[in-house]
């Protein structure tokens, strides 16, 4: 039984690997380089975002998702 630890992700910080992909927004469906996204997998775009914000958050701090009805935050994701 191997107890070594992988060393393909040493070094790696864990937030920013997925930083670089492109999402589609599934409002507009254009391919954007940030989403906002839920952990559904629903993603929305800023501008999306924006144009919806009155019906998905009642504080613009933290936004419902139309999917599952998940409490999602504008923070660090």
Excluded: H
Aim: overall charge positive.
């Amino acid at each position: 039984m191997n107890t070594a630890p992988d060393k393909s992700s040493a070094g790696r910080p864990a937030r920013g690997r997925n930083r670089a992909r492109n999402r589609a927004c599934q409002c507009c469906g254009k391919t954007v380089m940030f989403c906002w996204t839920c952990r559904c997998g629903f993603a929305i775009c800023q501008k999306c975002m924006l144009e919806n914000l009155w019906g998905m958050s009642c504080n613009s701090i933290t936004w419902y998702c139309p999917d599952c009805g998940g409490l999602n935050g504008f923070g660090n994701q």
